[in-house]
C-alpha cells in the first residue's frame, strides 16, 4: 500500500474541470497566466461557444494571425533599449587586431540590439539553430519582459537574482508554447533589420514548433518572401512507437523576394565532384592530346568508379568528351508546356526542314536558334526526320539549383565533431559541412553572416573552412549566452565552463588545424555583453571623441579600459566592430609641452635677434 503525499489545499476544481473539457472539445485549450503569474491552460468561451452552437456565434474581430499570451510585451522588448555595452576580450581572442571575425558572448537579445548601429542592412545571411522546444531539452533565455508576478518567479527559481529569466521549458508548462514564441519573436525582428535587401534568413526548427514558427515568420518577414522548407534526414530509430520521426527543416525566406527578382538573381550550387572531374579531364588530355575516343573511354570508366549512392558518379550523365570537356547531346529543344514558336529550320546537310517540336521550339526566334547552333550547343541528327537536340557542357554549366530534400546523418556530424575536440563535449553539434554548402550557395565571398544560437559554433567552422578552400573573405558573427555546461558532464570533465568556451576552442582548433586563408579572415574579436562602461548614462560617444576623457574621468566605471571605451565609441558612432585597430606610443608628457610651447620660443628668439639688428 502506498501513502498518496497529503494536499495542502482543496481540490482545485476550475483546473479538473478544464481538463475534462480539453479531453471533449482540445481547439478551445489556450494558455495564459492567472493573477499570481502562474502559468496554467485556460478555456477560450468564444470558440467554446461556437463548439456547442449551431450556428455562426458573434465574437471579437477575426484575423489571420499567430497570437499568443505575451505578444505585445514581446514585441515591445525588441524595441526596448538597453543601458549595455560590449567589451572585448583580448585573452579569448584569435588576432584581435586585425580579424574581420566576431565571437560576443551574453544574452542575443542584447547582442542584436547592440549590433544595430552598427550592422543595419549589412549582413546577408542570418542562420540560427534555435532550442526546439521538445519538452526534453533545455534551454536559456534571460529575458526580463515575460509576463508573471516576479515575487512568484523568484520563489519558483525561475529568475536569478538579479530578476533574469533562466529555466527549461518543459512540456508541463502551461505557458509551453508561448515561452518559446515570446523568446524567439523579439530577435526575429531585431535579426530582419540586419538583413541587405537582398539577404536571407535560415532557421532549422523540427516538428515541436515549426508550424508555430512558419506563420511567425511570415508575419516577420512576410510569407511572399517564403522562398524554401528544407527537410533534412538525420536519422532513424527502431525504437519509435509509431513512426521513426528522424527529419528536421530549414525555413528559408528572403528579406525581399522583389530586390532578388528584380536583380535576375538565380541561385546555383557546383556539381559535387566537378572540380575532379576538371582535373582528370587535365590529366586525360595531356596524355592522349586530341585523341578524345581515348579520353572519352578513361571518363566512362573514372565517373563509373563511384558508389551508386555517390553523388559523383552522376557526373557520368555527361558521356561525351570533346574540346570543350564531357557533354552531352539529349537536352530537349521544345518549349516548356507548350505554345512554343514555330519557324523552320534545315538541316545543315540535307537542306530539307527539320521536324518541329509539337510544343515549338525553345529558342524564341530564329536568330536565336542559329547563334546557339553557331555557339556550338544545337546538334542536329542525321537527316531531318530527326530533331536537333540541345548539349550540355559539364565545364560550361552555371550549376545546379538546391534540392529540398537532403541527407546528412547526424551521427556524421557528432564523429567529426568528437574526433576535432577530442570528446564528446557537446551533444548534437550541427553538420558544419552541411551549413557550409548553405553558407557557400546564398552569400559571396565578402557577405557577412550572423548565428546568435552560435552553440558549438558550427557556423564559424563552416565560414572559416570556406575561407580557406575558396580563397573568399567571408565574416562571421557568432552569438552564444555564457550558459553552464552540464554538472559531470564530459565537457567539464575537459574543463570547459560553459556552452561558448567550447566553441571559441572549437574555432581555436580549426584555425589551428585547417585554414591556410590569410589571418584576416581567419581570426576571431570576442566580446561579452555588460553593462555600459559609463557610470553617467548620458555621456555620448561624441564627448569621448572631443578630447574631453580626462575631464570626465570620473563618469567611466572603475575597472574599464581603454579598449572598452574603444568599443563604446565604435558602438555609439555605429562603426564596424571588426576595424583594424593599431596601438602607437604617445609622446611624453614633456616632449608634447615642448612641441605645444615651440611657437612662443620662436616668437621670443625672433624678438631678440631684432633688438640685435640681425633679421
Same mark, same amino acid.
Given at each position: 500500500?502506498?501513502?498518496?503525499?497529503?494536499?495542502?489545499?482543496?481540490?482545485?476544481?476550475?483546473?479538473?474541470?478544464?481538463?475534462?473539457?480539453?479531453?471533449?472539445?482540445?481547439?478551445?485549450?489556450?494558455?495564459?497566466?492567472?493573477?499570481?503569474?502562474?502559468?496554467?491552460?485556460?478555456?477560450?468561451?468564444?470558440?467554446?461557444?461556437?463548439?456547442?452552437?449551431?450556428?455562426?456565434?458573434?465574437?471579437?474581430?477575426?484575423?489571420? *494571425?499567430?497570437?499568443?499570451?505575451?505578444?505585445?510585451?514581446?514585441?515591445?522588448?525588441?524595441?526596448?533599449?538597453?543601458?549595455?555595452?560590449?567589451?572585448?576580450?583580448?585573452?579569448?581572442?584569435?588576432?584581435? $587586431?586585425?580579424?574581420?571575425?566576431?565571437?560576443?558572448?551574453?544574452?542575443?537579445? $542584447?547582442?542584436?540590439?547592440?549590433?544595430?548601429?552598427? #550592422?543595419? =542592412? +549589412? %549582413?546577408?545571411?542570418?542562420?540560427?539553430?534555435?532550442?526546439?522546444?521538445?519538452?526534453?531539452?533545455?534551454?536559456?533565455?534571460?529575458?526580463?519582459?515575460?509576463?508573471?508576478?516576479?515575487?512568484?518567479?523568484?520563489?519558483? @527559481? *525561475?529568475?536569478?537574482?538579479?530578476?533574469?529569466?533562466?529555466?527549461?521549458?518543459?512540456?508541463?508548462? !502551461?505557458?509551453?508554447?508561448?515561452?518559446?514564441?515570446?523568446?524567439?519573436?523579439?530577435?526575429?525582428?531585431?535579426?530582419?533589420?540586419?538583413?541587405?535587401?537582398? =539577404?536571407?534568413?535560415?532557421?532549422?526548427?523540427?516538428?515541436?514548433?515549426?508550424?508555430?514558427?512558419?506563420?511567425?515568420?511570415?508575419?516577420?518577414?512576410?510569407?511572399?518572401?517564403?522562398?524554401?522548407?528544407?527537410?533534412?534526414?538525420?536519422?532513424?530509430?527502431?525504437?519509435?512507437?509509431?513512426?521513426?520521426?528522424?527529419?528536421?527543416?530549414?525555413?528559408?525566406?528572403?528579406?525581399?523576394?522583389?530586390?532578388?527578382?528584380?536583380? =535576375?538573381?538565380?541561385?546555383?550550387?557546383?556539381?559535387?565532384?566537378?572540380?575532379? &572531374?576538371?582535373?582528370?579531364?587535365?590529366?586525360?588530355?595531356?596524355?592522349?592530346?586530341?585523341?578524345?575516343?581515348?579520353?572519352?573511354?578513361?571518363?566512362?570508366?573514372?565517373?563509373?568508379?563511384?558508389?551508386?549512392? $555517390?553523388?559523383?558518379?552522376?557526373? !557520368?550523365?555527361?558521356? +561525351?568528351? =570533346?574540346?570543350? @570537356?564531357?557533354?552531352?547531346?539529349?537536352?530537349?529543344?521544345?518549349?516548356?508546356?507548350? @505554345?512554343?514558336?514555330?519557324?523552320?529550320?534545315?538541316?545543315?546537310?540535307?537542306?530539307?526542314?527539320?521536324?518541329?517540336?509539337?510544343? !515549338?521550339?525553345?529558342?524564341?526566334?530564329?536568330?536565336?536558334?542559329?547563334?546557339?547552333?553557331?555557339?556550338?550547343?544545337?546538334?542536329?541528327?542525321?537527316?531531318?526526320?530527326?530533331?536537333?537536340?540541345?548539349?550540355?557542357?559539364?565545364?560550361?554549366?552555371?550549376?545546379?539549383?538546391?534540392?529540398?530534400?537532403?541527407?546528412? #546523418?547526424?551521427?556524421?556530424?557528432? %564523429?567529426?565533431?568528437?574526433?576535432?575536440?577530442?570528446?564528446?563535449?557537446?551533444?548534437?553539434?550541427?553538420?558544419?559541412?552541411?551549413?557550409?554548402?548553405?553558407?557557400? #550557395?546564398?552569400?559571396?565571398?565578402?557577405?557577412?553572416?550572423?548565428?546568435?544560437?552560435?552553440?558549438?559554433?558550427?557556423?564559424?567552422?563552416?565560414?572559416?573552412?570556406?575561407?580557406?578552400?575558396?580563397?573568399?573573405?567571408?565574416?562571421?558573427?557568432?552569438?552564444? %549566452?555564457?550558459?553552464?555546461?552540464?554538472?559531470?558532464?564530459?565537457?567539464?570533465?575537459?574543463?570547459?565552463?560553459?556552452?561558448?568556451?567550447?566553441?571559441?576552442?572549437?574555432?581555436?582548433?580549426?584555425?589551428?588545424?585547417?585554414?591556410?586563408?590569410?589571418?584576416?579572415?581567419?581570426?576571431?574579436?570576442?566580446?561579452?555583453?555588460?553593462?555600459?562602461?559609463? &557610470?553617467?548614462?548620458?555621456?555620448?560617444?561624441?564627448?569621448?571623441?572631443?578630447?574631453?576623457?580626462? !575631464?570626465?574621468? $570620473?563618469?567611466?566605471?572603475?575597472?574599464?579600459?581603454?579598449?572598452?571605451?574603444?568599443?563604446?565609441?565604435?558602438?555609439?558612432?555605429?562603426?564596424?566592430?571588426?576595424?583594424?585597430?593599431?596601438?602607437?606610443?604617445? +609622446?611624453?608628457?614633456?616632449?608634447?609641452?615642448?612641441?605645444?610651447?615651440?611657437?612662443?620660443?620662436?616668437?621670443?628668439?625672433?624678438?631678440?635677434?631684432?633688438?640685435?639688428?640681425?633679421?
Amino acid at each position: 500500500m502506498t501513502i498518496e503525499k497529503l494536499r495542502m489545499t482543496s481540490p482545485d476544481l476550475t483546473h479538473a474541470n478544464i481538463e475534462k473539457l480539453a479531453e471533449l472539445f482540445p481547439t478551445v485549450v489556450t494558455e495564459s497566466v492567472d493573477e499570481s503569474g502562474t502559468p496554467r491552460r485556460s478555456i477560450d468561451f468564444d470558440l467554446l461557444r461556437q463548439e456547442l452552437a449551431d450556428h455562426i456565434v458573434e465574437g471579437p474581430q477575426e484575423r489571420y *494571425q499567430l497570437d499568443w499570451p505575451g505578444k505585445r510585451a514581446a514585441a515591445f522588448a525588441a524595441n526596448a533599449p538597453i543601458a549595455k555595452t560590449l567589451r572585448p576580450v583580448r585573452e579569448e581572442s584569435v588576432d584581435f $587586431d586585425t580579424t574581420k571575425n566576431l565571437f560576443i558572448e551574453g544574452d542575443n537579445l $542584447d547582442a542584436l540590439k547592440l549590433l544595430q548601429e552598427s #550592422y543595419l =542592412g +549589412k %549582413v546577408k545571411l542570418v542562420y540560427i539553430d534555435p532550442p526546439y522546444n521538445t519538452g526534453n531539452d533545455d534551454f536559456v533565455y534571460p529575458d526580463d519582459y515575460s509576463e508573471g508576478s516576479a515575487e512568484h518567479l523568484v520563489r519558483s @527559481g *525561475q529568475v536569478n537574482d538579479a530578476g533574469e529569466r533562466l529555466r527549461s521549458n518543459p512540456d508541463s508548462n !502551461g505557458r509551453f508554447h508561448s515561452d518559446w514564441l515570446d523568446m524567439i519573436y523579439p530577435r526575429l525582428k531585431l535579426a530582419k533589420s540586419l538583413l541587405t535587401q537582398d =539577404g536571407y534568413i535560415v532557421v532549422s526548427i523540427d516538428d515541436a514548433e515549426f508550424s508555430a514558427l512558419e506563420l511567425l515568420l511570415d508575419e516577420v518577414f512576410g510569407a511572399s518572401n517564403k522562398l524554401a522548407v528544407l527537410v533534412w534526414d538525420r536519422n532513424r530509430k527502431n525504437d519509435a512507437r509509431f513512426f521513426s520521426v528522424g527529419h528536421e527543416y530549414m525555413l528559408v525566406y528572403a528579406r525581399d523576394k522583389t530586390v532578388l527578382t528584380e536583380r =535576375g538573381t538565380r541561385l546555383r550550387e557546383p556539381q559535387t565532384g566537378i572540380a575532379e &572531374a576538371r582535373e582528370f579531364i587535365a590529366d586525360a588530355t595531356t596524355r592522349n592530346g586530341d585523341d578524345w575516343d581515348t579520353t572519352q573511354a578513361e571518363w566512362r570508366k573514372w565517373a563509373s568508379s563511384f558508389d551508386h549512392d $555517390d553523388p559523383r558518379r552522376k557526373l !557520368g550523365r555527361y558521356s +561525351k568528351v =570533346g574540346s570543350r @570537356g564531357p557533354y552531352r547531346d539529349d537536352g530537349n529543344i521544345s518549349w516548356p508546356g507548350g @505554345g512554343g514558336p514555330r519557324y523552320e529550320v534545315l538541316h545543315p546537310t540535307t537542306g530539307l526542314p527539320t521536324k518541329i517540336p509539337s510544343r !515549338g521550339w525553345v529558342f524564341s526566334t530564329k536568330e536565336r536558334f542559329d547563334e546557339a547552333v553557331i555557339e556550338g550547343r544545337v546538334v542536329f541528327g542525321a537527316d531531318e526526320t530527326t530533331q536537333p537536340r540541345i548539349i550540355s557542357y559539364l565545364f560550361e554549366s552555371e550549376g545546379l539549383v538546391m534540392g529540398s530534400v537532403h541527407y546528412s #546523418y547526424a551521427q556524421t556530424a557528432a %564523429v567529426d565533431f568528437m574526433n576535432l575536440m577530442g570528446g564528446k563535449v557537446f551533444d548534437n553539434p550541427k553538420s558544419w559541412k552541411d551549413l557550409r554548402r548553405i553558407i557557400e #550557395y546564398l552569400t559571396d565571398t565578402n557577405d557577412i553572416i550572423v548565428d546568435f544560437f552560435a552553440g558549438s559554433g558550427s557556423v564559424g567552422h563552416a565560414v572559416l573552412d570556406l575561407n580557406a578552400t575558396t580563397s573568399s573573405e567571408r565574416r562571421f558573427i557568432l552569438v552564444q %549566452v555564457a550558459e553552464p555546461v552540464p554538472e559531470k558532464s564530459v565537457a567539464e570533465a575537459h574543463g570547459y565552463a560553459t556552452i561558448s568556451a567550447i566553441a571559441r576552442d572549437r574555432l581555436r582548433r580549426v584555425i589551428d588545424a585547417e585554414v591556410q586563408a590569410s589571418e584576416i579572415y581567419a581570426g576571431f574579436r570576442m566580446l561579452r555583453v555588460d553593462t555600459t562602461n559609463m &557610470a553617467d548614462t548620458s555621456t555620448t560617444a561624441e564627448a569621448l571623441g572631443q578630447g574631453e576623457l580626462a !575631464g570626465m574621468i $570620473d563618469s567611466v566605471k572603475p575597472g574599464r579600459t581603454d579598449d572598452d571605451l574603444l568599443f563604446q565609441v565604435l558602438l555609439d558612432w555605429g562603426l564596424d566592430l571588426s576595424l583594424p585597430i593599431q596601438r602607437e606610443p604617445l +609622446k611624453r608628457e614633456r616632449e608634447r609641452e615642448r612641441e605645444r610651447d615651440l611657437p612662443r620660443r620662436r616668437r621670443r628668439t625672433r624678438r631678440v635677434l631684432q633688438r640685435g639688428g640681425v633679421r
